[in-house]
Every structure is written in C-alpha cells, then in structure tokens.
C-alpha cells in the first residue's frame, strides 16, 4: 500500500504535492487555507531599503557600522553627480522646496544644467545659476547643505517668492588700463640706477681727456668706443645684469587650459 502511494506521489511535481499535503491536513485535522499562507508585511524591495537608508549627503560618521541595507544606500549615492541639483518647486507658496541630486541620465541630456532644474519644466532660455542654502530633516536630525541650481525665470520667481536667493555669476577677468601707472621702484633700484649713471659719466671724462692726447687714430678709436656705450640704454647697467635671472615665463598646463574653457559653463 505505502509502495502505491509512493507511485503514485512521483507523478506530482513538486508545487502539486505541497497542495495536496495541505489539503490532506485540512482535511483529516481542520483548519482554513488561509492560516497556510505567508505574510508579506515585512517584505521590502531595493527601492524600500533605500529609501529608508538613503541620505542627501554621506558624512564620515555615516560610515560606521555599515550594514548591507546602509551598504546598497550608499554605492547609489556614488553614483550621483552633485554639481546641480533637481528641484521640486510645487509647494513654493508654503516656502517649501525638495531637492536631489541628478542621474547620469540626466546629466547626458542636459537638464538641471542645460535645462530648467525644475523637474516640471524643460525651458532652455534665460537660465540664471542660484545657491541656495537646504535646510533639512534627515532620521529625526536637522542638516543644512549649500546647493546650486539653474533655473529660467519663472522658475527663478517661485524660489525668491519669500526672500531673494544668491545668484551665481561667471567673474569676468578685468582689462589692464592703458593710462595706468607703472610700479614705482624701490629705493634700492633707485640708488643702483644713480651709481650706475655716475660712474658712466666719470668713464666719459677719462675718455675725453685721454682723447685729447692721443693720435688722430686714437681719436677715432675712442669716439666709437663713447658712441657705443652711449646707445646702450640704462636699464643694461651692470647692476642691472646681477640683479637675478631673467624672469621666466610660466607656461599653462593642459588642465588649466580647459579649466578656462569650461568656467563659464559651470557656474
């Protein structure tokens, strides 16, 4: 009998002959279906665990005793570019704004930077850069961050409802003047300049009154020697030439070149 019945469960797959032990046990002992059933109250998905462990920013403190659940938060904050942020700008009457931070999506597309930061709007014109100071509640705890944004301007309007916000503007690089007036010199440089001016004027001297003595050969000699020393200029003095090296000329490097190229377009 037991061998039959054993034959007789091999041809059950496996769900199959769960349910038929089920019914066999409401049926011989009493009960209901329902009592066999699994609760699905504590169950929680990947979007569930982050939500309950996510946070705007990750400090040092935040990493102690890491978990599994604060671990998957924490590889997607990773993942987020923080340059702009996206904001929620439905409850702006109320003085209330929700702020995060943009997907790689979002980034390759443009919006938040190119686009209106609204996450209700996708105008392109007029975008203004603000920073704005979020101040929050994050686990029972109040936090504040400093966050950019760029928004057009009726986006812009509806976060200044209450109070004017902080906009952010390229800095323009100021134009040397052209009447503006050179360093002045040190006394040093000074007194360095005056010596060396005396003592070309006592070396004309010498010249002229060995000149005067000399053959006509001689004179035309030395009159060459006083006109080329009088074309020298004076900044060549020989206290000029032992100052220190010439100074050198600082070549940019490669990344400081697209940190120029790209400043206007992070504001």
């Known amino acids: 009998m037991l061998f039959r019945d054993r034959l007789a469960l091999n041809r059950y797959l496996q769900f199959e002959r769960h349910k038929k032990f089920v019914g066999d046990y409401i049926l011989y002992y009493g009960g209901h279906l329902a009592d066999f059933k699994r609760s699905a109250a504590k169950d929680k998905t ?5 939500r309950e462990n996510h946070r705007f920013l ?8 890491m978990t599994w659940e604060k671990d998957l938060a924490k590889r997607y904050y990773d993942k987020l570019f ?10 702006y009457k109320e003085n209330k704004f929700g702020f995060r931070w943009r997907t790689e999506e979002e ?3 443009g919006n938040g930077q190119f686009e209106c930061g609204n996450k209700r709007c996708e105008t392109q014109e007029g975008l203004k850069s603000w920073e704005v100071n979020f101040a929050y509640v994050e686990h029972g705890e109040k936090k504040n961050a400093l966050v950019k944004l760029r928004l057009c301007p009726e986006c812009s309007f509806k976060l200044n409802y209450h109070h004017k916000r902080k906009e952010v503007k390229a800095k323009t690089k100021r134009p040397l003047e052209e009447n503006q007036e050179p360093p002045q010199k040190t006394k ?12 070309k004027k006592h070396r004309r001297k010498r010249a002229r009154n060995s000149s005067a003595c000399s053959d006509n050969s001689e004179e035309s000699k030395d009159s060459d020697k006083d006109s080329k020393a009088g074309d020298e200029p004076e900044s060549q003095s020989e206290g000029d030439h032992w100052r220190g090296p010439a100074p050198a000329v600082e070549e940019k490097s490669r990344e400081e070149e697209f940190d ?3 400043q206007d377009m992070f504001l």
């Open 46 to 50: 990947d979007l569930d665990v982050l």
């Open 58 to 65: 990750w400090r040092d403190e935040d990493e102690e005793d």
């Open 82 to 91: 923080k340059e702009y942020c996206i904001a929620d700008l439905s409850r």
């Open 107 to 109: 980034v390759v597309s």
């Open 188 to 199: 040093k440089e000074k007194k360095r300049k005056r010596s060396s001016s005396h003592s």
């Open 260 to 262: 120029e190229y790209f």
